[in-house]
């Protein structure tokens, strides 16, 4: 196993568009191996492909108080969603920054796991959120879109400036 290197916004390449996985074969578990590992010892609750620069429709998410209940979506696909709801999300690609991001509270979503097999996934609350926001991943888009340009502007100030002084 691996620990995997983490783009930081505002870097070009979490714009990328995911394709999606055409065969879950030893590659792509190694890659949703390598992955949770990255993500427990962030700690996160879920991480995209795409946010360890690489461009497969590769989800995997643990919201579970225990850390113990890994959630693996292969080509996910949103076929339903209802309600709204409002949730201070962070993301391991922006660290140190947190904001309220309103989105539907309840989403149905198909899959495939780690094994190849097509499943159906009804969330809601933070594992509604949880999905929805590692979905946006693989289609370019990080939360922070959601805000005013004002604070996207903040935002990738503070970002610069600390990888500036880190460096
Ligand atoms: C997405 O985010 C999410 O800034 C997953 O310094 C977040 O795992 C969905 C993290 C909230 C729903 C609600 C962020 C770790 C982890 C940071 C994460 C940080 C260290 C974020
Ligand atoms: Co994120």
Redesign the pocket.
Known sequence: MAILQILHYPDERLHKIAVPVADVDDSIRKLVRDMAET?YA??????AATQVDVHRQVIV?D?SEAKNDLLVLINPQILSCDGMQE??????S?????EKVKRPERVTVTALDAEGRLFTLEAAG?LA??VQ??IDHLKGKV?VEYLSQLKQGRIKHKLKKRLRETM
Request: some cysteine; proline content about 8%.
């Open positions: 993500m962030a700690p996160g609750i879920g991480l998410i919201s949730y201070e999300e962070g993301c391991l922006v660290p140190g920054v947190y933070l959120v949880c926001h590692e939360f």
